[in-house]
């Protein structure tokens, strides 16, 4: 019996839906919109995230040694500079590793390379360069390295890396802020519509209501066919928005490839990887939103 109640909610939750279709379909794309804005705000907090890390993995300090030195007292040095606590890596680039490294840089320059070959040598120096564990205690190394002297260091790169991990962060709280204002909006705009379809199905079933209260249907069966149209709405926005999103993510991943070249920045990969949390998560946010709008435009409106 329970059962056979439950299909006809469902049944006559689907024929309110046909029968509002022009209101049904606006519901449905104002929560597409909401859904669009959420997941860009999510595009934005992945790609910045891509950004910091790689600034992150581009931030070291350079020391140039001298052209003549001893590469057992090069290792030696690399050796001393690992200890320090704020080190997490020191790279050695010999002079060979440098210039093969300088031509694969410039093969594409004939020019360069023919002026190289005109030089007859290997111009460049060996070089160590340094990693940072944390790019918070940036300045804390640059000190400990001053303290270093050695005849081995020719000159020293200590470009701050800070300025621009800044940078970046503020673009990405700005932008996510402005995200989550326009999520709010669509939000709102989505408990509105809702709330109205519910409350103009309600008035449009008005007489039908007073018979079925006559006939003594219970106020569960009046209230859940219009509940159950939030659940319905819900449902078709998430799949609505899987199916614009995804052709969106695939036209804009080879643009992130070329901008994030050299780094693993994967947009469709972090989509499919976390598909069910995502689109699972949103479906229960909108659901939740469309049930509570539906709860109450029903408790308004239809007097039972």
Do not use: C
Request: zero cysteines; proline letters at 2%; charged letters at 20%.
């Amino acid at each position: 019996m329970f059962l056979l109640s439950i299909l006809r909610v469902i049944k006559f939750s689907l024929q309110d839906f046909v029968r509002n279709i022009w209101l049904s379909v606006i519901t449905i794309i104002i929560i597409v919109l909401a859904l669009i804005s959420v997941n860009l705000l999510l595009v934005v907090k992945v790609l910045g995230t891509a950004t910091v890390n790689a600034v992150k993995e581009k931030v070291d300090i350079s020391l140039y040694l001298k052209s003549e030195s001893e590469e057992s007292r090069i290792l030696a040095l690399r050796s001393k500079i690992s200890s320090l606590g704020s080190v997490q890596e020191v790279i050695y680039i010999s002079k060979q590793e440098a210039i093969d490294s300088f031509r694969e840089k410039h093969k594409n320059n004939p020019e360069i390379l023919a002026a190289l070959l005109e030089l007859g040598r290997n111009p460049l120096s060996p070089s160590l360069v340094i990693k940072p564990k944390d790019i918070n205690n940036y300045e804390e190394l640059i000190v400990s390295l001053n303290k270093i002297d050695d005849q081995l260091i020719e000159s020293r790169n200590f470009d701050d890396h800070r300025a621009m991990l800044a940078k970046v962060n503020d673009i990405t709280e700005k932008a996510s802020r402005v995200g989550l204002a326009i999520s709010l909006l669509f939000i709102l705009i989505t408990i509105l519509v809702v709330y109205n379809t519910v409350r103009v199905a309600i008035y449009t079933h008005k007489r039908e209501i007073g018979i079925m209260k006559l006939v003594g249907a219970s106020n569960w069966f009046i209230r859940a066919p219009y509940l159950i149209s939030g659940i319905i709405y819900g449902f078709l926005g998430v799949v609505a928005i899987i199916i614009i999103l995804y052709p969106l993510l695939s036209f804009i991943q080879p643009y992130l490839e070329v901008f994030f070249y050299g780094f693993k920045v994967n947009i469709l990969e972090y989509y499919n990887s976390n598909f069910f949390t995502i689109f699972g998560l949103e479906f229960l946010a909108v659901t939740l939103v469309n049930f509570l709008a539906s709860l109450v435009a029903v408790g308004k409106y239809s007097k039972v």
